[in-house]
DNA sequence: ATCGTAACTGTCGGTAGTGACAGGTTTCGA
DNA sequence: TCGAAACCTGTCACTACCGACAGTTACGAT
């Protein structure tokens, strides 16, 4: 069994650092675990073949190059269960289940690949496809245990460095839009509007009167820089400015 | 600290059990760990208000009846980060950041509950927010470790859980049928009035006339189910349907 | 061949939003 | 104590929105 404090260090570090680079996550999960290769993608599934937005790791240039040269995409069992669930995808119960995919499985037994592995599905905002590949080191017939007792940490830690990457993206997007600071009331009344309330109504809700709701409205038109209600919740949804329920 | 065998045991039930009822697990879960309390939710974020799609928890009548009535989810800072995150959401951490949610946790005092939980963001196909909050029953200052040590089992049993919902859930083609797509026109007319344009204006960009630029906007409200046209765009951004500069 | 869907247009009448006019109180830091 | 900023209100005139009425044309699928 691997040391449960190293499990911990490397909890404390993805709960608690903003930032943690692929390279350094892929390099302390295999200190932690007995992890032979992980390989965390996100993949835009609206574009046309294989569109990764994001693509980090551990495997050979020839072992990624066999697998897009083949096509194996288009069989690999473990990615059409990945794409339509929630649960941790074991390698062998896909390859059980999907019998023509054993090309895909000899290739990467004739590369000095092991095919015990799992693969975690992970959420993402929009409609792409995102998860983390682990492919274990451990010896014959052990995998089982091995999956047994781990599948709980690999699950936490996929979605912490998960959670990393994204929030870091979202930064380089937030940091572009200087936000301009709307007060308690004008984020109120546009929640309102955004929630489909006239004027009329929202100041009975909020207890004012209608021309004050209308003050408040204007002032946010005005700093947000537009020119209707409409084009300023747009905005305001856009920029996380307002909850929309 | 808990039994590792009752986890294990747990998890042998979550993996393998193709059904698991909510009140099943939520028992399950209080048997395993130390909980007060949870609370499954999978909510419409598209619809008005707040449309649960699915709804199990094992809180008071008294409890979820004050948490409505008082519209606390406007303001309740937890749910605001569960749905912009992956991360788990740590009650206390989300109630320091934001000072202004402090009646409701004063709420939660008043009603007898304890403020020590955590509340897991959950993978949704579609978008939609769905979350399993766990309220811890441990003595004062025991949150932290507690936290700490049965997080990775949480995260691995959400998920579970939450795809176990998922797979017995028919509903879900009957939403994403009910999910009425936006034409290409609706697409655009939405568009431009986020983009702050009026009805006379947009029919001019697309050499339409003003009325039409109207017929495509009344379908658009009537397919996403609002009565406005900030209403339908705030609904749009959210959902992604059209790009806002 | 009919049905459904998308794209398109006209008119009427009521309601809602918008700008510009002109005020007010309270609160908080310089 | 002064000023800035948030909060609040009223009226007038105009424009934009929105529902309900009633249509046409084109195209692909059962």
């Known amino acids: 069994m691997t040391d449960q404090r190293a499990f911990f260090d490397l909890l404390d570090i993805m709960e608690n650092e903003k930032l943690v680079e692929a390279k350094r996550f892929f390099a302390l999960m295999r200190s932690t675990f007995s992890i032979a290769n992980l390989l965390y993608a996100d993949i835009d599934v609206l574009a046309t073949g294989f569109a990764f937005h994001r693509l980090h790791h551990t495997f050979s240039g020839c072992a990624i190059r066999t697998y897009l040269d083949e096509g194996f995409q288009r069989i690999d069992p473990v990615l059409r269960l990945t794409m339509g669930g929630i649960r941790p995808v074991d390698w062998a119960t896909a390859r059980e289940l999907h019998p023509e995919s054993e090309p895909l499985f000899s290739a990467a037994m004739r590369l000095g690949l092991g095919v015990d592995?799992?693969?975690?599905?992970?959420?993402?905002?929009?409609?792409?496809?995102?998860?983390?590949?682990?492919?274990?080191?451990?010896?014959?017939?052990?995998?089982?245990?091995y999956r047994r007792n781990h599948l709980?940490?690999?699950?936490?830690?996929?979605?912490?460095?998960?959670?990393?990457v994204l929030e870091n993206d979202n930064r380089i997007e937030l940091s572009q839009h200087a936000a301009k600071t709307l007060t308690h009331r004008e984020t109120e009344v546009l929640g309102w509007t955004a929630a489909g309330k006239s004027y009329w109504e929202i100041?009975?809700?909020?207890?004012?009167?209608?021309?004050?709701v209308r003050f408040f409205m204007t002032n946010a038109r005005r700093k947000l820089n537009v020119v209707s209600n409409t084009q300023a919740v747009a905005q305001a949804v856009r920029r996380d400015l307002i909850q929309t329920f």
């Open 117 to 145: 592995g799992v693969t975690l599905p992970l959420a993402t905002p929009t409609r792409r496809l995102a998860f983390l590949a682990i492919h274990a080191d451990v010896a014959a017939g052990e995998w089982p245990a």
């Open 152 to 164: 709980r940490d690999f699950q936490l830690l996929a979605n912490l460095f998960h959670a990393s």
């Open 203 to 212: 100041g009975t809700i909020l207890g004012i009167s209608e021309r004050t």
